[in-house]
């Protein structure tokens, strides 16, 4: 079946600029994660959904980033105002429940000029 | 010190060899624990979870450690395919969410 997508694929944008990111999970799955990766670094995690809530949110970097997920299935992170440090590729994965494993999307990467 | 630990590489081993990767983790609550492999530019895919007892697929053998708190991961007869970055992820009852360690690099020679 189809797995985890994400879009844009790609996006550059100029800072100061609002960006919003997109996740489609597996059908199905209940558990929705946002991680990022910069360049050369492991996976820091930023925020997941069990249905539409949020249990942990406490690796979001500021309050420049939110995300919400609506109708237990596509979430969206949206970064305010974008910074060059914001810049990384943005992973949205999915599970079919708490402690489930977890499937990843391609990914966005997200430029700030 | 960072909550999963991996060494960076890179491990160079030619074809045929066998590797050994460790990850260690400094949460004793930590339930569940994974072996992902990350290609260039491309998204982490799940190549094994890690049971108490330990586990094998193939060539790809797992294990765990609890009283070091540490995972480990054997490649036996190395593929130049099998090069590619290799990321320990550990979660603990209390959150979902996965740590990652930094991961480790392998580069696989003829």
């Known amino acids: 079946g189809a797995g985890v997508s994400q879009s844009p694929s790609n996006k550059v944008t100029e800072k100061g600029k609002d960006v919003e990111l997109r996740c489609d999970p597996i059908?199905?799955?209940?558990?929705l994660y946002w991680y990022r990766q910069s360049l050369g670094q492991g996976l820091e995690f930023l925020i997941y959904f069990q249905g539409n809530s949020a249990p942990d949110k406490s690796g979001l970097p500021s309050d420049r980033f939110s995300a919400e997920r609506t109708g237990g299935s596509v979430s969206t992170l949206t970064i305010q105002r974008t910074q060059q440090e914001d810049s990384a590729v943005y992973l949205c994965?999915?599970?079919?429940?708490?402690?489930?494993?977890?499937?990843f999307g391609p990914g966005t990467r997200l430029l700030v000029l | 010190r960072k909550e999963v630990e991996q060494d960076p590489g890179p491990f160079n081993v030619p074809e045929g060899a066998t590797v050994a990767f460790n990850c260690t983790y400094s949460n004793s609550a930590s339930q569940s624990f994974f072996w992902y492999r990350q290609d260039c530019r491309k998204e982490p895919k799940l190549l094994m979870s890690v049971y108490s007892s330990g586990n094998e697929d193939g060539r790809f053998t797992a294990q765990l450690n609890r009283a070091s708190q540490y995972i480990s991961l054997l490649i036996r007869d190395s593929k130049l395919s099998d090069s590619a970055t290799y990321l320990c992820a550990v979660n603990s009852y209390n959150t979902d969410k996965l740590i990652f360690g930094t991961g480790t690099r392998l580069q696989v020679f003829p």
């Open positions: 059908s199905g799955h209940t558990a």
């Open positions: 994965a999915s599970g079919a429940g708490v402690g489930e494993t977890q499937y």
